[in-house]
């Protein structure tokens, strides 16, 4: 029924698509292949940072003065400032961060990424202002690396796997604030340990890994299909440069004015990054302050509260895993991440708003349901960048879409913690309202882009093939029309 009310929304975006590379290898040699970097590739993103591990440190010694709230001699809405601050750093930054992860080479920009990140984290504040300063140059240093990510993958992967890859690499998100949650655990009774209180030890022990997974990507990362360290034989190579479509990003490639004026101009691309905004905003937003939304719920001790967040990221990751892989699987993307907004904002969100404002109606363990369903909302970020990415042509245009993406994605980090402010604190209810209409924002968004991109698609002139191209189909090693 779906398909005759909408088909196919995501299919064959770009004329170019309906090209499918093949050759003379064999499918199992093209699965060995992608098992082959999928074990390099995606095992980079593992050692994903995690930043919301100040969500885990504000609940540290509640209630004591070696809070990190009352050590700082945080007031008001200044704990909301100091998260905020971090997505002002990525926002600033990000715009331009493709174009120099093309310019340095993919091992340099996200070695540099994770060093920086963790040098930063160790640092030790003791007021407000160094704290602020801390997390706006923790957003620059992260810069580059969200939409770094989708760039970086469409080199190795078609349109069809890159739904559960985006999702994988995502999902290190995830995997870091479950970590980061025991982590916190830990860390409780080691305050004043070294003479440095649990909230300083817990971004210690993250900034660590941080800087030494730095240097494993540095040395260990592909750049390009055409570009690898060694890391193909020559057979590899050849198979990895063919397989991709021809409107694929390429090393090759040259970003252009041209590329970017067009970009900047299609209304598709305004439609994503708003959708983006206001998805991100209420996540965002409640992946700041989960642990004390948990206290709120009930969970009133940091143990309880770190370990119930860990829980929910850990959910997360697996619920993200799977979304991902049953898009491509389905070859799907449009309606997973419109069912997923709709669907888990109607179970989830929506109760836990409505439970919010009368939290007398349910128990605790009803009320952490409602969050772990709503938590399920995150999974759409990386089928939004396969989407996304798969609805954009050549290396120039590429680079300028997913950043501006996820630029709003940054966008919603500093906005989404200011509408869960600590004066609405345990149970943040106006927060949970707003949620609802943000997620309906970009739905509406989201439901526009079919639209637009189908009548750019009767606008635009069916390619031809060339006669290199046509004699290389007819020896049965050059493109297939299906």
Not at 162 to 178: E, I, K, N, Q, V
Not at 270 to 295: D, E, Q, R, S
Not at 449 to 459: C, Y
Request: aromatic share 14%; with cysteine.
């Amino acid at each position: 029924m779906a398909g005759l009310i909408w088909p196919n929304p995501n299919r064959k975006i770009a004329p170019e698509e309906s090209f499918i590379p093949t050759g003379d290898w064999t499918k199992e040699e093209e699965r060995a292949l992608v098992r082959k970097l999928d074990k390099r590739i995606l095992l980079m993103f593992i050692g994903y940072l995690d930043r919301q591990n100040v969500a885990n440190a504000k609940v540290l010694n509640v209630g004591q003065p070696d809070q990190i709230e009352a050590y700082l001699g945080l007031k008001g809405s200044q704990w909301n400032l100091v998260i905020s601050i971090y997505g002002i750093g990525l926002f600033l930054c990000e715009p331009f961060s493709n174009f120099l992860l093309k310019k340095f080479s993919a091992p340099v920009w996200f070695a540099r990424i994770m060093i920086t990140w963790g040098i930063i984290t160790m640092v030790t504040v003791t007021n407000f202002a160094g704290m602020m300063t801390c997390r706006f140059f923790l957003g620059v240093a992260e810069s580059g690396l969200l939409p770094g990510v989708p760039y970086y993958l469409s080199f190795w992967y078609t349109q069809g796997e890159r739904g559960f890859r985006m999702g994988s690499s995502y999902t290190g998100l995830g995997a870091a604030g479950m970590v980061s949650g025991f982590i916190a655990i830990g860390t409780q009774n080691m305050n004043n340990t070294g003479g440095l209180k649990s909230w300083q030890w817990l971004f210690i022990l993250e900034g660590i890994p941080a800087i030494l997974f730095g240097f494993v990507v540095f040395y260990a990362l592909p750049m390009f299909p055409q570009q690898h360290k060694g890391f193909l034989t020559p057979r590899e190579e050849e198979i990895a440069i063919r397989r991709l479509p021809p409107n694929a990003p390429s090393a090759v490639d040259k970003i252009n004015r041209d590329d970017i004026i067009t970009e900047l101009k299609d209304p598709v691309l305004w439609l994503f990054a708003c959708g983006m905004l206001f998805i991100v905003i209420p996540i965002a937003g409640a992946a700041a302050l989960l642990p004390a939304i948990l206290v709120g719920i009930g969970f009133t001790t940091s143990i309880q509260a770190n370990a119930m967040a860990a829980v929910i990221n850990g959910w997360a990751v697996f619920y993200t895993f799977f979304n991902g892989w049953h898009s491509d699987w389905t070859g799907e993307r449009y309606w997973h991440i419109i069912f997923t907004v709709v669907f888990y904002a109607t179970v989830g969100s929506f109760p836990l708003a409505l439970t919010a404002s009368n939290p007398t109606w349910v128990v605790p363990g009803v009320r952490l349901l409602f969050l772990l369903l709503a938590s399920c909302i995150s999974s759409s970020y990386p089928l939004v960048w396969a989407y996304r990415a798969n609805t954009a042509k050549g290396t120039g245009r590429s680079t300028v879409n997913s950043a501006l993406t996820l630029t709003m994605y940054a966008g919603g980090l500093v906005i989404g913690p200011q509408i869960f402010p600590s004066s609405d604190a345990p149970n943040y209810v106006a927060g949970m309202w707003a949620s609802l209409g943000l997620y309906a924002a970009g739905v509406a968004c989201f439901s526009l882009i079919p639209f637009v991109l189908r009548r750019q698609l009767r606008n635009e002139p069916v390619p031809t093939l060339s006669d290199t191209e046509k004699k290389a189909l007819s020896e049965g090693t050059g493109t297939e029309q299906v």
